[in-house]
């Protein structure tokens, strides 16, 4: 037998008050308005009669979902679940739910996606999956509907992003590498259509420069994906050159994975033979065979922030974009050492 849903008029005749009453007790900004006294009871009602908000009607009253809809280009890449929990934990305590979509980087399904998002009149979106340059962001101005990019950044300027600052972290290892005494440093390098890739290639080139060192053309392989097997490919091209170097510092955790993969194949052992580097600390690179030096990108605060920006553009169309780089940390393990 089907259980009849509890309304909130079930509730305010339960109480002895108006249905107005509860529903000021029952939204935070207004409960203030309600003595503690009645609040109070109101509460223990809603709780022993098992009452939900109708989010529907909800919806209906405000014109607003309460709703976000969320883009990430791999679901099965671990560095997505904090970016995920800090998006959720933002909008959760705002009183809106998130929906996650994963694009594996497809642009027909990245913009089948934001279609499904708009037939649920998502009040927001928060993207992790855009190029540098893309139609996706093109259109998502041109419909109106408010959003993020998370991670990664647009060449537009009035596009809102939070992202981790790519040049300092490049500074950091190519500056770690150095004090440890490492001169010749490959470098595995993300797609450069995306900014991720981009600006960490930038990093890695200025902070050789910083370090009085000379970036080798030869030494620098890009890859089309950040994924383990573009990185044991690169690996391979880099070990086929025969040319003599001491470090490997890849743009991003994943691709660093794929480095140790090719130089365990090949006998070389990683923090003894070839110091190896990767970036953003994503979960379980303390667990890598050895433990990964990487730089820490603060990637809960990253989807924290773009939750944060959003709800503000959702309050308010007119606030003008802005760009907000995290400072990450270099988190030093035993994947690097000194050269022999």
């Known amino acids: 037998m089907t259980k009849t849903r509890v309304t909130l008029k079930d509730v305010a005749n339960k109480v002895g008050v108006h249905s107005s009453t509860v529903s000021r007790v029952l939204n935070p900004k207004t409960r203030s308005m309600v003595t503690e006294e009645i609040a109070d009871k109101i509460l223990s009602v809603v709780k022993d009669m098992g009452y939900r908000p109708n989010a529907f009607a909800q919806s209906l009253k405000t014109n607003k979902s309460f709703t976000v809809g969320v883009m990430v280009p791999d679901l099965t890449n671990p560095a997505f679940a904090p970016i995920i929990k800090g998006i959720d934990d933002m909008l959760e305590a705002h009183g809106y739910s998130v929906i996650v979509a994963s694009t594996y980087n497809l642009p027909e399904k990245q913009q089948s996606t934001v279609e499904k998002f708009r037939e649920r009149h998502v009040d927001g979106l928060i993207i992790a999956t855009a190029k540098r340059k893309d139609s ?7 419909e109106g509907t408010p959003f993020v990019q ?7 300027a009035d596009v809102s992003s939070v992202v981790s600052d790519e040049i300092i972290g490049g500074n950091m290892v190519v500056s770690h590498l150095a004090q440890l005494g490492h001169k010749r440093i490959a470098y595995v390098a993300g797609p450069q259509f995306l900014s991720t890739g981009y600006e960490r290639y930038r990093g890695f080139l200025q902070g050789m420069k910083n370090a009085g060192l000379e970036a080798d053309k030869d030494l620098v392989v890009f890859c089309e994906e950040f994924t383990e097997e573009e990185g044991r490919n690169a690996t391979s091209k880099l070990l086929a050159l025969r040319k003599k170097f001491t470090a490997i510092y890849a743009g991003n955790d994943l691709l660093a994975l794929g480095v140790y993969d090719e130089l365990e194949a090949d006998g070389i052992k990683c923090g003894q033979d070839i110091s190896v580097v990767g970036f953003d600390d994503m979960p379980f690179a303390d667990k890598f065979n050895p433990p990964l030096t990487t730089v820490h990108t603060p990637l809960v605060n990253v989807g924290g922030e773009a939750a944060r920006i959003l709800l503000e553009k ?15 940390d270099l988190i030093v393990r035993s994947s690097t050492g000194r050269v022999k």
């Open 150 to 156: 998370a991670v990664r950044a647009s060449v537009d």
């Open 314 to 328: 959702i309050a308010d169309s007119s606030i003008p974009a802005r760009t907000i780089k995290l400072k990450p």
């Open 136 to 142: 996706l962001i093109d259109d998502c101005r041109q």
